[in-house]
């Protein structure tokens, strides 16, 4: 992979033992997404498609009690937000959003909290950090 900073649509081609290594825009490696630009774009939209669906998880609030849930929290979507985060946590805030609204939207699910709880109370009365604290 070569990472470019600007709009360069011609780049030299790589030999190897007369075999052409082709361009490739994103890489997959040790469960980080890399794409040419480091804009970690790929990475945050994979994360993201992983951890939305698990907030329907939370709905068995009604069955499990909030410790029970607060680990299944912190197995499943913690777990992943953390991972790695000090390389692609350099992501403008624009790719990080997305993040940051899922995570809000599980924690006030799985507490039971109104959609329009206020960000500083949601975290305080969880007593779990916002993704902004890993990167």
């Known amino acids: 992979m ?3 900073s ?3 649509k011609v780049l030299p081609s ?3 033992n ?3 290594i082709n361009r490739c825009e994103n890489l997959k ?3 980080l997404h890399t794409d040419e630009r480091l804009s970690w774009s790929k990475h945050i939209e994979y994360l993201e498609g992983k951890i939305r669906p ?3 998880m939370f709905k068995l609030r009604n069955v499990l009690n909030q410790d029970e849930l607060t680990k299944i929290y912190f197995v499943y979507i913690q777990s992943r937000l953390s991972y790695l985060c000090p390389t692609w946590g350099r992501a403008t805030k624009g790719n ?13 699910i799985m507490y039971k ?3 329009r709880t206020p960000s500083a109370t949601l975290f305080e009365l969880t007593k779990i950090h916002p993704i902004e604290t890993y990167v």
């Open 6 to 8: 600007n709009n360069t």
């Open 113 to 115: 909290l109104p959609f």
């Open 18 to 20: 007369q075999q052409v």
């Open 2 to 4: 070569i990472f470019d």
């Open 29 to 31: 490696y040790l469960g």
């Open 54 to 56: 698990m907030g329907h």
């Open 96 to 108: 990080l959003k997305a993040l940051e609204v899922t995570q809000k939207r599980i924690l006030k």
């Open 14 to 16: 790589f030999n190897v």
